[in-house]
């Protein structure tokens, strides 16, 4: 049930308009679900990320409204749990990484669409060469690519940018922006990944509250310069996955030969780079990986 009255909900839909046109519109399904008493359950994935996108808006004026600000929080915390317990769900199946460094010289924005086409379900953009203007613009068209599919995409890395584009996802290493500053920039229905090299890594990032766990890498490999780290081994991700409600991704060494080892493990899904964006045919090296996940 959502327990929040409905005279609190008029009275944010009065301040909405003050901000935004289309803030009233889109305060209406919560409206109507309070009066219902119905679930938050019951709004579409894109009401609930509009709604999250108008209460952040509502939070940061509240002081220039006639608001109760702490009602406006426990709104947008109930609206943002629900966001990304919704997000959480859409890690799984095979998960590519497409960066400019590991295509064969070849377009990105192509190489994400043969992906996609053949069938990823996740999809995160890396890039350390290009600049920030380059990076921006790339995102922002595979973010509207991953959006048409309804493939999960993720940024890495770059928390500006991730904020910039809406992406669902950010994800970070464990060098990388801690997870407590990457959530102050963010809006609140965005998530948070973060890589992992075994279970007491894993155990961390969750107390951080990450909302999914990357492990790896699970075999030997040279992409992305990972050469240097040694296997963990399926078993691994086994524990992991025992440890945590948390979805959790593979990634590492990742292809035809042991996609099958790595879906017995249990975990969510599996993240995979070079088997996909170094074929000859990227779409159909994808639609293989994805019917043996999904037979295996």
């Known amino acids: 049930m959502f327990d929040v009255t409905r005279d609190t909900l008029a009275n944010l839909a009065g301040a909405l308009p003050k901000l935004s046109e289309a803030g009233k519109e889109a305060l209406e399904p919560l409206l109507s679900i309070s009066q219902k008493r119905e679930s938050l359950s019951d709004l579409s994935d894109s009401e609930i990320s509009r709604l999250s996108i108008e209460l952040e808006r509502i939070s940061k004026a509240s002081e ?3 608001v109760d600000q702490g009602k406006v929080s426990e709104i947008s915390d109930l609206i943002s749990c629900e966001c990304r317990t919704r997000a959480r769900k859409r890690i799984n199946g095979v998960y590519v990484i497409i960066d400019p460094e590991a295509t064969n010289s070849r377009d990105l924005i192509q190489m994400a669409g043969s992906a996609i086409s053949g069938g990823v379900s996740v999809l995160q953009y890396r890039d350390k060469q290009s600049d920030r203007s380059e ?3 790339n995102a922002a068209a595979l973010m509207q690519l991953c959006d048409s599919a309804n493939v999960a995409f993720v940024v890495n890395d770059a928390v500006d940018i991730a904020r910039l584009v809406g992406s669902p996802f950010l994800h ?3 060098t990388d922006l801690h997870v407590n500053s990457a959530r102050e920039i963010l809006a609140p229905f965005q ?3 973060r890589s992992n090299n075994g ?3 894993a155990k961390e990032s969750e107390s951080q509250g990450v909302d999914y766990l990357a492990v790896g890498a699970v075999f030997s490999t040279n992409t992305m310069g ?3 780290r040694k296997p963990v081994g399926p078993q691994t991700l086994s524990d992991v996955k025992e440890s945590t409600e948390l979805p959790v991704v593979a990634i590492g060494g990742i292809d035809s030969s042991n996609i099958n080892e790595v879906k017995a493990s249990g975990v969510d899904s599996a993240c995979v780079v070079s088997a996909i964006t170094f074929a000859d045919d990227p779409e159909k090296a994808t639609r ?3 019917d043996l996940w999904e037979k295996g």
Do not use: T
């Open 64 to 66: 220039l409204l006639d």
């Open 288 to 290: 293989h990986l994805v």
């Open 199 to 201: 279970l007491l890594e």
């Open 135 to 137: 990076f921006l613009e």
């Open 172 to 174: 970070v290493g464990q």
């Open 226 to 228: 990972k050469s240097n």
């Open 191 to 193: 998530c948070i990944g």
